[in-house]
């Protein structure tokens, strides 16, 4: 399915079958010389058809094309191996770039899970349902590394690239502000909140995540483009919608914590998700990892900011309110 944003620029909707997301937006943006496409969907057979049949219908010729990757996740990366040519330049950031080649990650994430409390029965089999496990990038490629400041012209468009790190640790949006267009990743999405989940102890997403919603704040935006779902157009009011989200989101963890100390996945089983299952037990144990990823991302938070500690008990990580904020909140 396409949609013509602006002139040469055209959004393709690329399927995520089975997945809550539903689909992925991929920006196409023509030119007489160089083509850029904006993120890719997953490496699966029903994504690779719907871009063939979007590029198709929009005449654009893969060996004159470029690629833009916001993030690292397999729904915005996944399919870019079936689609790159030997002239194709893809544009990423070197952090991710570097952590896509790493082949332990995925080992990495199952023992921080454990050590979270996700149940051990339960491990191998979320980690196999994982969409990135099963949709990531295949095959090493080159990338061609940006930052901050970064310009990419394509055609009528110059587009800037703004480090927006907090969804993922290198996510980079692709701002225009001649048209005063962001290509926001999942930085910033329109009816679904996007994530901010935790799998290493050695960063604060979700402090980073508020940061970067406050820097493209101060941007001149009249148009994002998001990963998922619709076009947004009052970009500032929801930037404050999704700020207090997670403002709500750490006051439920801090009432959630008076009952006792507890894990990561016990905290993750007590918050309210804006999904179809009624009870914690009925989720999928993708739906399970990504609520857990979420709990870690806000206790850390929590942690950094002095309201809650963490104690180590039988090898697993267990948060409590510190004193001062166990009878009151402030
Ligand atoms: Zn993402």
Known sequence: MIEDIFPNLSKVEIPLPKNPLKSLNS??????????????????????????????????????TDFFITHLHADHLGLLSRL???????????????????LGRWNDFVDFARMNGFPEDELQAALHSHPGFKYGLKGDLAFHIVK????????????????????????????????????????????????VQLWSDDWDPLKEYLNS????????????????????RNCKERIRELKEHHKHRLEEIVSILR??????????????WDVLYEVWGL???SQKWFA????????????????????????????SLKKDHATHSS
């Open 292 to 319: 857990t990823g979420e709990a870690i991302a806000h206790l850390k938070y929590l942690e950094e900011k002095g309201r809650i500690k963490r104690k180590i008990e039988g090898q697993k990580i267990v948060f």
């Open 213 to 232: 919603l406050e820097k493209v704040y101060k941007l001149d935006i009249e148009l994002v483009l998001p990963g998922h779902r619709g076009i947004i």
């Open 259 to 272: 009952k006792g100390s507890q894990n990561a996945f016990e905290v993750a089983s007590q918050m309210s």
């Open 84 to 102: 790159v040519t030997e002239t194709s330049t893809i544009y990423f950031n070197q952090l991710e770039a570097e952590r896509i080649r790493s």
């Open 27 to 64: 920006y196409v943006i023509k030119d007489s010389e160089r083509n850029l496409i904006i993120d890719t969907g997953w490496d699966q057979k029903e994504c690779m058809d719907a871009m063939q049949a979007g590029l198709r219908e929009l005449g654009v010729d893969l060996k004159k």
């Open 148 to 195: 901050e400041g970064d310009r990419i012209k394509i055609g009528d468009y110059l587009f800037e690239c703004v480090g927006t790190p907090g969804h993922t640790r290198g996510h980079h949006c692709l701002y225009e502000p001649k048209k005063k267009i962001l290509a926001a990743g999942d930085h910033i999405l329109g009816d679904i909140t996007p994530t």
């Open 283 to 285: 989720f999928p144990l």
